[in-house]
Each structure stands twice: as C-alpha cells, then as structure tokens.
C-alpha cells in the first residue's frame, strides 16, 4: 500500500507542478502587460515595474494553487484511468472509494503544509509589493469617493484620502460628549511619524463654547487623532495579512467594541482553504474516474475549469452575502462547503460508481 501511495503521490505531483508553472506564468505575463501602462508615470520606471512583478510571484503562487491541484490531477490522474490502471488497481482489491480516499488525503496533507508556509511569506511580499508601487505612483493605497469612515472613542471620523507612508489627507473629525456633538476639526494632511500625528492646517471648531469659538493652527503634533491600527486593518487587504495579524486585529476590534466580522470572514477563509482545495477536487473526481475517463484531455480541462470557477464565484459570493445579511462569518464560510460536498457526493453516487461498474 505505500508503494501505491507513492506512484499516485508521484504522477499527482508531476501534474500539479506543470499546471502551476504553467499557470504561474501567465499569471506573470498579465500582471506584467497590465503594469506596462503605468510605465514612466510618477516614479515608477522599467525597473519597479520588474521589482513588483518579482515581489509578487508568491500571491500568484497562491492564487493559482488550487487551479494548480485541480488541472494536475485531471491531467496526471486522468491518463492513469484512460490507461486503465485505477481498473487494474480495483482488480487487486483496491476500491474507488480507497483510491479516492488516497488522493483526497494526499492533496489535503499537500495543502495544508502549502498554506502554512504561504502565509508568513505571501503577506511580507505583497506587503513590499504594495507599497513599493503604490509609492512610485504616489497613488492612494485606499479610496473612496465618499472618503472612509472610523470610530475611535468617542469621534467619528471622515479621511478622504490614504497613502502608503502613513500620510492622510482630507480629515474632519466630529466628536462627541454626552451623544451631543462637542466639536469639529477640519485638517489639511496628517502623517504618522515616530508614534505621533503631525498635523498641518487644522481648523478647530468648539461647539460648547458661547459663541461657538473658531481657532486656526498650521502645524501641531497629536497622539489622539486616530489609532494607526484602525487604519491599517481598513487598508491592508487579505492576502497582505498573515494568520496571527487577522487574529490581532480581531482582538483590537473587540476591545474597542467595533465590528469584526470583516476580519473574521478572512479568519475562516484562510482556516478552510485545505478544505476548499480539497473539495474541489472531490468534486472533478468523476471526471477523472467515471464515465469520462475516457474522453481526451482537452475536455477533461475545460470540465474542471468550469467546476473550479463555479465554486470559487459561489464560495467568494456566499462569504460576502452572508456579512452583508448579517450570518455569523463562520457559517456564512462553511454553507457553500457544505452545499459543494452535498453536491459531490450526489455525483460520486450517480457518475462515478456507475462509471466503474
């Protein structure tokens, strides 16, 4: 039985780092011909562009892994069923269900160890990534038109534009005493320097004051404009943020009485990744075992591209409509899990074990 774990492990692999190497490339390509057309504006030339490209190989490893497990072992495992050797496998004993069994672990095993490394190495990279070309751009690291909204303490806050290095731009800042609003500060720009704000241009407005008072300042240094951690758990995106920081920010959000389930969400996405991989290859399983064993790879391909990019739009689409009707995240990151294994189990019965009768 080893020896049998290690000819599958073997043929998987090979297909699994041909279609990731494959993948990985053209990935590289696109991202490539998309930054070409930002070239030579600002500060960022020939060589941030390949900078950037390079620092972001490792989030396109991860992106294209589970397309990766799922075309390697359509093409791998496909040409070991149309050479009839699962058959062969099933005349010593060895069921589909076992040979199923193997793969799923082995791909789950693969996964699990794949997704522990990515995640110190992905966010680091990104992060640089990130940073490096929103710099040269000079360009927002985060917008909205209607500019981003905070809580912290007792003031609510309107930031119309956030940059890489620290630096926020169009601030007003509404703080309140007793539910009654106290004062209004409009600020220029702030940047966060050596754990201070330094702030230039700020108008301050006393509401509690008869008449109300008016004060302009050009230039003051201020430790209570805004927690720099609510920033960046507002800019950072997913694939910049490693297990433990999402867990941090959690725990920040809570103590402070803000919501998380944003953060949460991201929790569990990265928890059930493994899970994810693997069941989508659960679910291309009859396709490389059943009926179609036989079909010519082309086809086999196109049918497992289709089953990938069903499953990742509804298990991104579900996630998100479960935040915005106000499911726990944890559920709302399971459900299409579990609608996806319902699903495969309803095609192992009907294609796969008939297939092979």
């Known amino acids: 039985m080893i020896i049998l774990n290690l000819y599958i492990l073997k043929r998987f692999l090979l297909g699994f780092l041909i279609s990731l190497l494959v993948l990985v490339s053209i990935e590289i390509f ?6 070409m ?4 504006e600002g500060n960022y030339d020939f060589s941030i562009i390949l900078k950037y490209i390079f620092l972001s190989i490792p989030r396109s490893i991860e992106t294209m892994f589970p397309y990766s497990i799922l075309i390697g072992a359509l093409l791998s495992l496909g040409a070991m069923a ?8 099933q005349s010593a004993a060895i069921s589909v269900r076992k040979i199923l069994t193997i793969v799923l672990l082995q791909t789950f095993f693969i996964s699990t160890f794949f997704y522990f490394i990515v995640d110190s190495v992905v966010p680091k990279f990104s992060s640089e990534a ?25 003031s609510f806050i309107k930031i119309s534009e956030i940059y890489p290095d620290n630096t926020i731009k169009g601030i007003s800042v ?8 106290s004062s209004v500060n409009y600020i220029q720009s702030a940047t966060f320097i050596k754990g201070k704000w330094s702030l230039q241009e700020v108008i301050k407005i006393n509401l509690n004051e008869e008449p109300i008072s008016k004060e302009r300042i050009s230039n003051i240094q201020s430790d209570e404009l805004i927690d720099i951690k609510l920033i960046d758990i507002k800019t950072d995106k997913p694939y910049s943020l490693t297990l433990k920081d999402v867990i941090r920010n959690i725990e920040y959000l809570e103590r402070n009485n803000l919501d998380a389930s944003i953060q949460e ?19 291309a399983m009859p396709y490389i075992f059943g009926r179609m064993r036989s079909t010519n790879t082309s086809k086999r391909i196109v049918i497992g591209l289709f089953i990938g990019i069903i499953f990742f739009i509804i298990s991104s689409i579900l996630p998100n409509l479960g935040l915005i009707i106000g499911i726990h995240p944890l559920i709302s990151a399971i459900l299409p899990l579990v609608v996806f294994a319902i699903l495969g189990q309803y095609i192992f019965r009907h294609q796969l074990e008939s297939g092979l009768r």
Do not use: H
């Not at 696109?30 to 930054?35: K, L, M, P």
């Not at 509404?174 to 609003?181: G, K, R, V």
């Not at 969400?265 to 679910?283: E, G, H, S």
């Open 265 to 283: 969400k991201i929790f569990w996405d990265k928890i059930l990744k493994p899970i994810a991989t693997v069941l989508m290859l659960f679910l």
């Open 174 to 181: 509404y703080t309140y005493n007793n539910n009654q609003l």
């Open 30 to 35: 696109f991202s490539f011909s998309s930054e």
């Open 37 to 40: 057309k930002y070239l030579n």
């Open 82 to 89: 149309a050479d009839m050797e699962f058959v062969a496998m």
């Open 130 to 154: 990130e940073l490096l070309r929103n710099t040269a751009l000079k360009k927002q690291s985060y917008y909205n038109k209607n500019g981003t909204w905070f809580k912290n303490k007792d």
